[in-house]
Every structure is written in C-alpha cells, then in structure tokens.
C-alpha cells in the first residue's frame, strides 16, 4: 500500500503540448508538386517542435466530423498558428482570413518567388528560400521557431495583442459558443452523420455501376451488330436501342427491350 502512494506521488504528470495550427497548400500549385509541400509540412512541424508545440494540419481531428467543422473549429479554438501563402492557393487565403478575423495570434511565412498579397502585406512574413536549399532551411526553422514563441507569448501576455483586425480600429470580434453535450448524445449525432456520409457513397457508387452497365451493354451490342447493317443504314431503332440501354439508375437495363430491338435490327441488317 505504502509502495504505491509512492509511486503515485512520484508519478509526473506531462503536459500535452499546445497545437499549432497549419494553414498551407497540400497539392500542386504554381508548378510545386504535392512531395515538395510534404517536405515544407516537415520543415513547419520541425520549427514548431522546437518552440514547444505540436504542429497538425487545420483540417485534421481527432474526431470523426465534416472536414470544414474541423477546419473551422481548428481556426478559432488553436492558440498560434503557421500560414505558408506561397501560390497564393485561394483555400489557404480564405481560411488565413477567417483566421485574421478570428483575430488569432499566427505567423505568416511565404518562399521568395510569390508576391507581397496586398490584403497581408502590412502584417509581417517570414522568408524561405523556394528551392529548399539546406543551409537556409535549417536557418529559417530557427527564424520561424522564435517568431513562434514571441508571437504566441504576445497573444498570452499583452492584453492589447492583436495581429491585424484591432489595428485599423475598434470591432466587436466573432465569438463560437462551446456547448458541453453527454457522450451517447454525441456518439448518436456522429453515428447519424456517418449513416448519412455512407448513404450518399451508395448512391453515388450505385448510379456510377448502373451507368457503367449500360455503357458496356451498348459497346457489346454495336459490335455484334454493325456487321448486320447495310453501309450507310442506321435504322430509327438504334434510338430506341440506346433509350433500353441507358434505362435509368433505379431500374438498370431494360433487357426485353434490348433483345426485341436487336431482332428488329437483324431482320433489318437481312434485309439491306
């Protein structure tokens, strides 16, 4: 018993590390492909680290919900944050300005090939180099690291913090309420939700199958048949011979149409 009231009392209890929201581009854009943004998350979580927190893309969660709750959520609730501008990707613009408006505490960073945007251009960019070159990557990991500690330490300690809103004036700023729900109420909401996310791929892969059928069907048949024709004859029944292929998503093709009108055609192609 004594054994392990001293373990407990030796027992330390760490922290979890503040999150630092990422706002960048994650395909590709102005000639920089999807591996090369891999690499600059990479860099961004490295600086993070080093300051104290732990980096993680606006739009992931730990729980299962509609990607934009998250990316919304994230932009309001993380307490600093890295937005890469470079290609002026217009997602990364407009969560960059929900941010701005949000009047949270973020670190803009942008590679030198990309512009000043004029709309940012008065709060203040960390630089990197866009070719990645080491020795000036490892420099601006330090450089974004320090911007990260003093830029969060201000938003934490100087009540007349802000980064960009309160500086042209004074705004009563958007506020999200947090509602406190019981945890079956919550897991039967994201079941629901599921369920609905799920209906809708059925649907979706439904429509794509029925299509597909059809699209198939109608190869097979002009093949077998365009033998039968007659140079330059295209009988009014190919019409309807599309019209029973195609039938509609709910009811698939219509198989007894099809065989009546390939009979017509035969008798046709004999005839010619």
Not at 69 to 84: G, M, P, V
Not at 101 to 106: G, L
Not at 111 to 125: A, L, N, V
Not at 184 to 206: C, N
Request: proline share 4%; aromatic share 6%.
């Amino acid at each position: 018993m004594a054994a392990a009231r001293a373990k407990k009392a030796n027992k330390v209890e760490v922290a979890e590390p503040i999150v630092c929201g990422l706002i960048m581009p994650i395909c590709e854009i102005d000639g920089m492909p999807a591996a090369r943004w891999s690499d600059v998350r990479r860099i961004f979580e490295e600086a993070a680290e080093a300051a104290g927190f732990k980096a993680r893309m606006v739009s992931e969660s730990d729980e299962t919900s509609v990607i934009h709750k998250s990316i919304i959520q994230n932009l309001y609730t993380d307490e600093i944050a890295i937005c890469d501008v470079s290609g002026l990707n217009s997602n990364v613009m407009f969560e960059l300005g929900m941010r701005l408006a949000f009047d949270k505490p973020t670190v803009v960073v942008k590679d030198d090939k990309i512009r000043f945007s004029f709309d940012t251009s008065p709060i203040q960019h960390v630089g990197y180099r866009r070719d990645l070159r080491f020795e000036d990557i490892r420099q601006f990991i330090l450089e974004l690291s320090k911007k990260l500690k003093s830029t969060h330490s201000a938003s934490q300690n100087d009540p007349s913090y802000s980064p960009f809103v309160r500086n042209f004036g004074s705004f009563k700023l958007p506020q999200m309420a947090t509602e406190t729900v019981a945890f079956d109420v919550y897991a039967v909401e994201q079941l629901k939700m599921l369920e609905k996310s799920v209906s809708r791929l059925g649907a979706k892969i439904s429509a794509l199958e029925a299509a597909s059928s059809a699209d198939s069907a109608r190869r097979v048949v002009r093949i077998s048949t365009g033998n039968a024709l007659a140079p330059g004859y295209r009988p009014n029944a190919l019409a309807g011979l599309d019209s029973a292929l195609i039938g509609s998503p709910s009811q698939g093709v219509d198989l007894g149409a099809v065989g009546g009108l390939l009979s017509a055609l035969g008798k046709s192609g004999d005839k010619g």
